[in-house]
């Protein structure tokens, strides 16, 4: 696996997951304390490290657009592609705009869809990559850089 592609994997792992714990401890735990902000002690670090490494994770990601991108060009496959493209769009998106939208229920909304962009997004990311480590598809591996 190239370090693009491994950086990618680890990087949306780490987002991924403190992106659920956080949702779950954020929306679906009720506070220990009725004088607590948070329904987890945990909850704070969860966001800390999403916040964290989702920058990270954009970053990666043009990372290996920029590699990859080209070899769909020259093979005609860049569908799933441009649908990740559109997934992290939304993604980004959202998780910007929730934090300066000043509603709740706007709030509530962009947060849903980010949630369910970025579960696209991940589930979309694993079909693509190992869509392409199928032992059958080692002629399009070989055209594509980034994937070791």
Do not use: C, K, N
Request: net charge positive; aromatic share 12%.
């Amino acid at each position: 696996m190239s370090r693009p592609w491994s950086s990618l994997v680890i990087l949306t792992l780490v987002t991924l997951v403190t992106g659920l714990a956080y949702g779950w401890m954020r929306y679906l735990l009720e506070p220990p304390d009725p004088f607590t902000a948070f329904g987890h002690p945990w909850q704070p670090w969860m966001l800390d490290i999403h916040v964290l490494a989702a920058p990270a994770l954009l970053f990666v990601l043009g990372w290996v657009w920029g590699a990859h991108r080209p070899a769909g060009e020259r093979t005609g496959a860049h569908r799933g592609g441009w649908w990740l493209l559109g997934l992290v769009v939304v993604m980004a998106g959202s998780a910007y705009l929730r934090e300066v939208i000043a509603g709740q229920a706007p709030r509530v909304v962009l947060s849903w869809i980010h949630g369910l962009s970025s579960i696209g997004f991940t589930l979309l990311l694993v079909y693509h990559g190992y869509r392409r480590a199928a032992p059958g598809d080692a002629a399009a591996r070989a055209r594509s850089p980034g994937h070791d």
